[in-house]
Every structure is written in C-alpha cells, then in structure tokens.
C-alpha cells in the first residue's frame, strides 16, 4: 500500500489526516464501509481485488453477506458520479478499479510537534438509573424547540443495561455502521448513548458523566469535527477520555488528536475495546 496521506483519482480525493472526502472539490459524506472497500481498491489500482478481500476492508472481523459488499459498491458509483463507471466487476473474483485511474497517495506532512503521551483515566461510577436517561432524551427533544427532531433519525438513543459499569457517549452521523460494536458494549453492561451532531453530545456531557466519549473524525460536512469536539471539551474543562473511531488513522491524525487532548485513534473494533473495557469496571472486561 502506498504511504498514507491524500488519496486522489479523477474528481475524487480523500485526505486520511483530516478525513474529508470531496468530489469535484465539493465535500461528500461516505460511510466507513463504502469509504474502506474504495481505499482497498485504490491500492491495488488496476488489480483485481476479491470479494472476501474487500468484505474484511468493509467490515472488519464481522461476518457480513456479500450483498452487503454489492450496495457498498452501488453507493461508491453513485457518489463518484462519472468516476464510479472506473469500478468494474470482475467475474468470478470480485472489483477492480480500472487501470485508468492513477490514484495516488501523497504522504502527509510529519508532525512538528512531539506525540503526547496517552493519559491515564480513573473510572467514573456509574450509578445512573434509566429515569435520568430519559430525561436526557426528553432535554434534548426540548432544546431542539418545536419538535423538528421527532421528524428525523437522529437524537440521542439510549442503551442503559441493568447493573450498568460504565457509560458512553457515541457521537456518529451514521450510528447504523456501530451496531455490532454498540451491541458488544452493550453486553458487556457498558450504556451507549448515540447522538449524531458534537452540539447535542456538548449539551449531554454539561448534564451528565461518562466514562468515556467515542467519535467519527468528520461529519455532517465538518472534516474536523472529531478533532473540534474534544477542543471543546477541553476547554471546558471536561476531561473524560475521548477516543476516535475511524479508518486507516494516519500518523498526523493521531497526533493532531493527542495534541488536542485526546487519548487514543481505534480502526477496528478490538482495538475501540481494548481502549474501552479495562478502565471500567473488572465485569465490563472482556473474556
């Protein structure tokens, strides 16, 4: 694989430090799965690459059906326009993206500054009971004024297990691509509470503790707003450990995070729960 940095082919670029995706220079929203499977084909540029290849790129360590691999195709066309007719089909095997696509990956600039080392974190009690959760859903309904978030999928969505030994505040345009890692959590008797925009997860972290804050790099048109959010919580003064959840991290990203008071850069999901789970409780640990 090319050293990471800035990927580009026809109109399409991808820069992993910031993790923007544009088209045509216009900012785009891809999901993760989509965005993997496109940057695994961009490697092997004019290769064939096969479905079991790009199933593990999409997702990760899961078992997933290969239609699942076939719309994550439909939505890379769709979205690179007249730069998706480069995706080809490749009987029998898998994808390929043409020969006549020259991506590239220039590397990142290195970091002036030192890494900051990772802090250490002492566990929050967790003795919330769902009453409090619901009202949290019900403040967020009431700050949003006249219902407008009763006629979307967004707002905050509450997992509180009984017996709870941990929290956590997910922040994600697209909770959908989380679920299996939510569901471990979840298992585990961690509570996950899903909001998709920084300003509700600003609003919940003023109301409430939480052992720990998991975010997408960029969203809702913001390429930086993992790197924003935690800015703003720690010039507040909120130090509860916040962790980016994103693919391919680059060396600048991670730095970009430490320097900005966060802890840790997760791309698959052992490597969120390997952060996650031993600072808790000792039954939220893994087997």
């Given at each position: 694989?090319p050293?990471r940095?800035?990927?580009r082919f ?12 544009r ?14 499977i496109?940057l ?8 064939a ?16 059906h290969?239609?699942?691999?076939a719309?994550a195709?439909?939505r890379?066309?769709r979205?690179l326009?007249e730069?998706?007719k480069?995706?080809e089909a ?8 043409n ?7 220039v590397?990142?600039?290195?970091s ?6 990772r ?10 009971v769902?009453?409090?959760?619901l009202?949290?859903?019900?403040a967020l309904v ?11 999928d967004?707002?905050?969505k ?46 919940l972290?003023?109301?409430y503790?939480y ?5 997408d ?13 935690v ?5 507040r ?12 991290p ?10 900005s008071?966060?802890?840790g ?7 969120l ?15």
């Amino acid at each position: 694989m090319p050293d990471r940095g800035q990927w580009r082919f026809g109109a399409f670029e991808y820069d992993e430090t910031a993790g923007a995706v544009r088209v045509g220079g216009e900012p785009v929203e891809l999901d993760r799965s989509a965005l993997a499977i496109l940057l695994a084909l961009m490697s092997n540029v004019g290769k064939a690459v096969d479905k079991d290849r790009l199933l593990e790129a999409g997702w990760p360590g899961r078992i997933v059906h290969e239609n699942s691999l076939a719309k994550a195709i439909a939505r890379l066309r769709r979205t690179l326009g007249e730069d998706g007719k480069r995706i080809e089909a490749v009987y029998g095997v898998g994808y390929r993206l043409n020969a006549g696509a020259a991506a590239v990956a220039v590397p990142a600039a290195p970091s002036a500054e030192p890494v900051a080392a990772r802090g250490r974190w002492l566990p929050r009690a967790a003795g919330l009971v769902l009453l409090f959760a619901l009202a949290a859903a019900l403040a967020l309904v009431w700050s949003r004024g006249d219902g407008a978030a009763a006629d979307r999928d967004e707002g905050l969505k509450i997992g509180e297990p009984a017996d709870v030994t941990g929290r956590v505040l997910w922040v994600d345009d697209h909770p959908e691509n989380n679920r299996s890692e939510r569901d471990f959590l979840l298992g585990h008797k961690v509570a996950v509470y899903d909001v998709t925009s920084s300003a509700d997860a600003l609003k919940l972290l003023a109301m409430y503790k939480y052992d720990a804050v998991i975010s997408d790099m960029g969203r809702n048109g913001e390429p930086l707003a993992g790197i924003e959010l935690v800015r703003a919580m720690r010039a507040r003064g909120d130090v509860t450990p916040f962790y980016l959840y994103t693919i391919l991290p680059s060396k600048a990203q991670r730095d970009l995070l430490a320097e900005s008071g966060g802890q840790g850069v997760a791309v698959t999901p052992e490597g969120l729960y390997a952060f996650i789970l031993p600072d808790l409780a000792p039954a939220a640990s893994a087997p």
